[in-house]
């Protein structure tokens, strides 16, 4: 609606210019440690392996028919799959999955409290970490036929 004419504009009512931020400067790296590009990033060692995010194996782990499984068994599954896909270097797929679930029933049957090789893994890293530290990672790098005969034939948790 345009201006009254029997109103008049005080000056604090007059548009006033914007101030806009100037444009960015050029940046580049400076500090020792800052990563400007993929090739230089470390790999392996004291820094690990990077992995894709745990995430995408919740979802592969949600689309599986495996009826129900609680938290801890689910979030111990995503970190056996996470280790077994970021020691490859790409993202968790179904094979990852598939060992996951063989080298965890097969911790669960030597354990002799099953329910404690997975208890408290999706609210503690730090359990997390033991479970890692509990696997053979020749075990879990293996293909899913070498797990399955490694462990006596034994049945998926998925079955």
């Given amino acids: 609606m345009g201006q009254q004419p029997n109103m008049p504009l005080r000056m604090e009512d007059l548009p006033r210019p914007d101030h806009h931020p100037p444009p960015p400067r050029h940046w580049s790296p400076q500090r020792p440690g800052d990563v400007s590009s993929p090739g230089e990033s470390r790999w392996g060692g004291a820094f690990a392996t990077p992995g894709s995010d745990s995430g995408f194996a919740l979802s592969l782990l949600a689309e ?13 599954l995503a970190v056996l799959m996470m280790a077994r896909a970021s020691h490859f270097g790409r993202a968790p797929v179904r094979m990852d999955a598939d060992v996951a679930e063989i080298v965890l029933g097969r911790a669960e049957k030597s354990a002799a409290d099953a329910s404690a090789v997975v208890r408290g893994v999706s609210r503690s890293r730090d359990r997390a970490g033991e479970l890692l530290e509990s696997v053979d990672l020749g075990l879990l790098t293996a293909d899913a036929e070498r797990v399955d005969t490694a462990s006596g034939g034994a049945e998926s948790m998925s079955s």
């Fill in 64 to 76: 599986r028919e495996s009826g129900e499984r609680d938290d801890d068994t689910t979030a111990a």
